[in-house]
């Protein structure tokens, strides 16, 4: 086994063995290339996704649904039960975010209504903090923009980039 530099751990192996249960087959419908980059955005959709702890019924905003993460978050929300808002950058992502199952897409931040959704997941730093209902959960996996921005009526967790608004203030 390769391994990482003076750890003898690691993945860059030549075989490894693993549980079962630690594998999935790979979607037919993808090369074998393209389902090799499915395992790290669809862990981070679904961990934050169980972060934010939203359920059938619940109402989520994606800032970022047209892009890996984004468009794999939606598709398990929706899955869930989630009625799911989507804010894309670009029209051309408009149709995707669509056709994977956000009831509402805009382009325009402006056209996300004010403390309306009991969960946002923001995968590209709209930081849209203000779109969190009371009680809500807000979550940003954006590090390259920078910190989530003070949050009215919210409280931070470790790492910054979580907040739950609490209905006070």
């Not at 999935?24 to 934010?52: C, F, K």
């Not at 984004?70 to 029209?91: E, H, K, P, Y």
């Not at 996300?112 to 807000?138: H, K, M, N, Q, S």
């Not at 003070?150 to 608004?165: E, G, I």
Request: glycine letters at 12%; a neutral charge; proline letters at 7%.
């Amino acid at each position: 086994m390769k391994g990482f530099p003076c750890s003898g751990r690691g993945t860059w192996a030549d075989l490894v063995a693993l549980p079962a249960g630690a594998v999935a087959a790979a979607p037919r419908a993808v090369s074998l290339v393209e389902a090799a980059t499915l395992p790290l955005p669809g862990l981070t959709a679904l961990q934050t996704l169980d972060w934010l702890a939203v359920s059938a019924g619940q109402r989520l905003l994606i800032a970022g649904a047209g892009g890996a993460v984004g468009g794999l978050a939606l598709q398990i929300a929706r899955a869930r039960g989630v009625t799911v808002d989507a804010l894309v950058s670009r029209d051309a992502q408009v149709a995707f975010a669509r056709d994977h199952g956000a009831d509402f897409v805009a382009t325009d931040r402006d056209a996300v209504p004010d403390r309306g959704y009991d969960a946002v997941f923001d995968t590209f730093g709209a930081f849209l903090t203000e779109a969190v209902a009371d009680g809500g959960r807000y979550a940003s996996i954006a590090t390259q923009a920078g910190p989530v921005p003070a949050c009215p009526h919210v409280v931070s967790a470790p790492p910054s980039t979580r907040c739950v608004r609490t209905g006070r203030g």
